[in-house]
C-alpha cells in the first residue's frame, strides 16, 4: 500500500492543485480528511465530484480537530458536511470523528 498526503484543495499555489488532481485518477482509495472547524466550502465540493467522476469506489470521510472544537460546532458541522456530501451524492455517509 502507499498512502500519499496530497495538499487540500483551494491551496493558495497553484501547483498544489495540480498535484491533487493528478493523483485523482491514480487513487484506489481516498481518505477526505475535513476539519471540524471548518466544514466543506465550494473548492472540496468540487473536489468531491472529480473524486466521483474519477469513479473511485472506496471514499473514507474523516473529521479532525474535533479536540478542540465543542460538541455543537461539531454537530452543526457534520450536518453541513453530510448535506454537501448528499448534494455530490455520496449517499449516506458516517464521519471518523
Do not use: Y
Request: with cysteine.
Amino acid at each position: 500500500m502507499i498512502l500519499v498526503d496530497t495538499p487540500g484543495a483551494g491551496s493558495i499555489h497553484e501547483h498544489h492543485d495540480q498535484i491533487l488532481h493528478a493523483f485523482i485518477p491514480q487513487s484506489d482509495a481516498v481518505i477526505f480528511l475535513v476539519t471540524a472547524g471548518m466544514p466543506v466550502d465550494e473548492d472540496e465540493q468540487a473536489l468531491l465530484k472529480k473524486i466521483q467522476a474519477a469513479d473511485i469506489k472506496k471514499v473514507f470521510f474523516a473529521l479532525n480537530k474535533v479536540d478542540v472544537e465543542n460538541p455543537q460546532d461539531i454537530d452543526d458541522a457534520v450536518t453541513h458536511n453530510q448535506r454537501c456530501l448528499d448534494e455530490a451524492a455520496f449517499g449516506s455517509i458516517t464521519f471518523i470523528c
